[in-house]
């Protein structure tokens, strides 16, 4: 098991880094608990690499990362709190990866989410309300990267 590392820094007086990737010579079980969620656990025979997701009936729940095919991946900025970005061949059972690089403009902040809606070529990034999320917050401006790839 690790824990996030507290450290000092200058801009930032305290500021957590993530845990070291855990190395093992097998892979994990459902059985491996009490990790953080998305520690990284390395097998070191094989060179698999997982990544823990969350605990469902009592088993951890381990997902491997294969070798990702980078359909495409670029830096965007909502207008009124949404974003729609054409991503050619992408299929609906791709991944998405995206965080918040900067809030930008924004004179408010809400959850991304991003999504890939049925029967098109776009993934659709959306700032919602944390407590009601079918409410866009228009005023969320904030710069996304995103990754979209292919397993």
């Known amino acids: 098991m690790t824990k996030n ?12 880094l993530p845990s070291a990737p855990f190395i093992r010579g097998q892979n994990p079980t459902t059985s491996d608990l009490g990790f953080e969620i998305a520690q990284i656990w390395i ?9 823990f997701s969350r605990v469902a009936q ?3 729940i381990w997902i491997e990362l294969g070798q990702p095919e980078i359909l ?6 909502l207008a009124l709190g949404t974003i729609t970005v054409s991503v050619p061949g992408i299929k609906a059972d791709d991944k998405v990866i995206f965080s918040r690089t900067s809030v930008g403009a924004s004179t408010g902040l809400g959850e991304l989410i991003g999504f890939i809606p049925s029967g098109t070529e ?13 409410t866009t917050i228009d005023v969320d401006l ?8 292919i397993t």
């Open 43 to 51: 097998n070191s025979s094989s060179g698999q690499v997982f990544i």
């Open 142 to 149: 904030s710069i996304i990267d995103y990754i979209v790839y």
């Open 58 to 60: 009592g088993n951890a």
């Open 72 to 77: 495409q991946e670029g830096r965007v900025t």
């Open 122 to 134: 776009t993934v659709t990034f959306t700032s919602v309300g944390y407590i009601n999320p079918s």
């Open 5 to 16: 590392n507290e450290v000092y820094g200058f801009s930032n007086s305290i500021q957590n």
